[in-house]
């Protein structure tokens, strides 16, 4: 038996499940969109952002629009 065969295999299982990831996401991509061209995009360069209140890491709550005219930066992760 050769000695790569478990690595070739391992790739091999690897690269499959790469592809089957992208073509669900290539499936899902198709489903029917929700998007309104009435109705404006809140990403869109220079549009203001929807105000929303957090509670930062000392219990005290924030709002985005308390930081108006400051630089603001959302970091939204998680763990599993």
């Known amino acids: 038996m050769n000695e790569f065969a478990p690595l070739l295999h391992r790739l091999t299982v690897i690269i499959l499940a790469a592809l089957l990831v992208?073509?669900?996401?290539?499936?899902?991509?198709?489903?029917?969109?929700?998007?309104?061209?009435?109705?404006?995009?809140?990403?869109?360069?220079g549009a203001q952002a929807p105000d929303f209140t957090l509670t930062d890491l000392d219990g005290d709550e924030v709002s985005l629009?308390?930081?108006?005219?400051?630089?603001?930066?959302?970091?939204?992760?998680?763990?599993?």
């Open 65 to 80: 629009s308390d930081l108006r005219g400051q630089p603001v930066l959302l970091n939204f992760w998680t763990t599993w």
């Open 22 to 45: 992208i073509l669900a996401g290539c499936q899902a991509s198709g489903e029917q969109s929700t998007f309104d061209p009435n109705v404006p995009a809140a990403s869109a360069k």
